[in-house]
């Protein structure tokens, strides 16, 4: 299905490029990782005020990277509730072109997924769809028709509006300790039993070196494998969708030695048989592959390309000290202090 594009807009340059952020850490503030995001639930009802409407037409990607900056992500249809909730937001705005969701098809072109990796489990495809009538159509956007919202696979790359969300909590937690420590309070969440990182698969090929980049213009980076769990965690989101090797972080230094980002040493390794061969000290990228029931690990020339992982990077909260806390029972410091706690999402 092909559209007229109709008062297209240009993001500007300098919007996407700005992805470094800067903190600074005082006597009485504080940046700690937490589990989830403040947002909206799984499974709870979405509503109009959950979403945020893109009207500058850009690309899949450029869309996921504009909903980072809100603090949202690109929207996933789990259900039909969800499906009418986007139908109300397009006729209360008037919208009647398609707008992008974060909907995309797998590199062998049989699963669709979501940003988070998960499959659809819902459709609600308009007649003859997904055709891939262009032969790369492995984005999904949607549009208004009658009374529905109608789903259709696009070349990734043309323009369209977009749809951001609240980011979705995949658990129930609460705040369970404060520590005060001199001037800075700590604050500490009851952790789900969820993997901490989300996995993201790249819809096109690129070197390490731009996969590296298109990472960091999404707010996230190449995926780092530190333990056995993660590898597992990711092997299960590229089963059955990914069958040709992607880029993670790992590369080898000058030394010969493998590193993650930060020059940090890889101190678990899940190589293939006779890996790592390193032909004439050429292959210095860590790529990983689907093999039966794991991921394995494979070392390759970085000037080639290969589709890529990124990882989302736990959100992080701003605590501001002021006034009067009690701590709770158990957190290790019951004494009173001076302060009161603020959170922010950055």
């Not at 597992?232 to 000058?254: E, F, Q, S």
């Not at 678990?268 to 050429?282: H, L, T």
């Amino acid at each position: 299905m092909v559209y007229n594009e109709i008062g297209q807009n240009k993001i500007q340059q300098s919007r996407l490029n700005e992805k470094k952020m800067s903190f600074v850490i005082r006597s009485d503030l504080l940046l700690l990782s937490v589990f989830c995001w403040s947002g909206i639930c799984n499974g709870a009802p979405a509503s109009v005020d959950d979403f945020y409407l893109g009207t500058e037409k850009v690309s899949r990607d450029d869309a996921v990277v504009l909903c980072q900056e809100r603090s949202m992500e690109l929207v996933s249809i789990q259900d039909s509730e969800k499906n009418e909730a986007i139908y109300e937001l397009l006729k209360k705005h008037d919208i009647n072109y398609p707008v992008w969701t974060s909907g995309y098809q797998s590199s062998n072109g049989s699963i669709w997924t979501w940003l988070n990796g998960g499959e659809f489990k819902y459709f609600n495809w308009g007649p003859g769809e997904p055709n891939s009538a262009r032969g790369n159509e492995s984005c999904l956007e949607v549009f208004k028709k009658n009374t529905e919202v109608l789903w259709n696979d696009q070349p990734c790359e043309d323009k369209r509006g977009f749809i951001c969300e609240k980011v979705q909590n995949e658990c129930e937690t609460e705040l369970v300790s404060v520590s005060v420590n001199e001037n800075v309070c700590s604050i500490s969440a009851s952790e789900p039993n969820i993997p901490a990182k989300k996995f993201y698969l790249s819809t096109q090929k690129a070197t390490y070196a731009q996969a590296l980049k298109s990472c960091s213009d999404m707010f996230m980076q190449l995926a780092e494998l530190r333990n056995e769990e993660e590898n597992n965690a990711l092997y299960k989101v590229m089963h059955g969708i990914a069958t040709t090797p992607y880029w993670t972080a790992g590369h080898r230094n000058p030394g010969g030695s493998w590193e993650w980002l930060n020059n940090e040493p890889i101190t678990y390794f899940n190589w293939r048989a006779g890996e790592p061969n390193s032909a004439s000290n050429v292959g210095a990228c860590l790529e990983v592959f689907v093999s039966d029931k794991t991921l394995l690990w494979n070392d390759q020339i970085c000037s080639d390309e290969r589709f890529f992982v990124c990882q989302k990077v736990d959100p992080v909260v701003q605590i501001a000290v002021k006034g009067k806390l009690t701590l709770p029972s158990g957190s290790g410091n019951n004494q009173e202090k001076d302060c009161s706690v603020v959170v922010k999402n950055l």
